[in-house]
């Protein structure tokens, strides 16, 4: 049986030039965390290139190489500059191949849309050995190769695939967190949190500090695995703020 309390590892690899110039706000990396703490599984880098093959083809190696699944979002659409596919493609040292379900997929979406293009049929190429990942959204499948994932930029459509992979990937037990404010600047009480974080093995405590109304303040993440010691976790630390006359605010500010 797998050890329950093995740490899941993932990365993502945000691809395009939108993305970089500014022009576009990515809002992926929020969900496919969310998303990835309910499977178990914790993101531990984001590296975000242009459409650059060479960039893409060494972050692909040197993040599916160190954690356990690699997710990539962009640049799997039906233009020119999409050029993920084939990125991916020369990192695993495999061919591009037109996959028959994914072709089958399109041509049944665009059948009433003015048919199945020639640039349209690209959204149906794939690294060779692949296998897809659903898309209720725009008919375009996602794409697995082993330990990678290759998604679309958009983020509805990123979260229609997620929702096909949910449960279907191995991982741990789920990160849990709590969250307590107070109307203190961190520096105050960095010796509190180190103290408490030290006395509760299995928890991790996150500072994160604001200016509001002219004051200063912070809210304080706890997150664990374990429900028990999370609570545990987060009573010490209430009380060591309130003895010292910070006023926790549970939920945060």
């Known amino acids: 049986m797998a050890d329950p309390n093995r740490i899941w590892t993932a990365a993502l690899i945000v691809i395009g030039d939108e993305i970089l110039s ?93 048919g199945l293009t020639e640039a349209r049929l690209r959204m149906a190429r794939v690294p060779e050995g692949a296998s897809l990942i659903e898309n209720r959204m725009s008919g375009a499948p996602g794409i697995r190769h082993g330990n990678i994932f290759i998604m679309a930029g958009v983020p509805h459509i990123t979260a ?38 030290r006395a509760h093995d299995g928890c991790q405590i996150g500072s994160y500090p604001f200016f509001r109304e002219g004051r200063v303040g912070a809210n304080f993440v706890v997150r664990s695995t374990d429900a028990e010691r999370l609570d545990a976790c987060m009573a010490a630390l209430g009380e060591g703020l309130a003895r010292g006359g910070w006023p926790p605010v549970p939920g945060g500010i």
């Open 22 to 114: 500014g022009r576009t706000q990515d809002r992926n990396v929020a969900q496919i965390a969310t998303w990835l703490n309910v499977q178990g599984i914790r993101l531990r880098e984001v590296r975000v290139v242009a459409d650059d093959s060479g960039a893409i083809v060494e972050a692909v190696n040197t993040l599916r190489a160190r954690n356990d699944y690699l997710f990539t979002t962009g640049g799997i659409g039906p233009t020119h500059d999409d050029i993920t596919v084939d990125a991916i493609a020369d990192a695993l040292g495999v061919g591009v191949v037109v996959h028959d379900d994914a072709r089958a997929m399109l041509a049944g979406y665009y059948d009433t849309r003015g």
């Open 160 to 197: 229609g695939m997620l929702e096909a992979l949910t449960g279907r990937l191995e991982g741990g037990l789920p990160l849990l967190s709590a969250t307590l404010g107070c109307w203190v600047a961190e520096s105050e009480i960095a010796d509190l949190l180190g103290d408490v974080e």
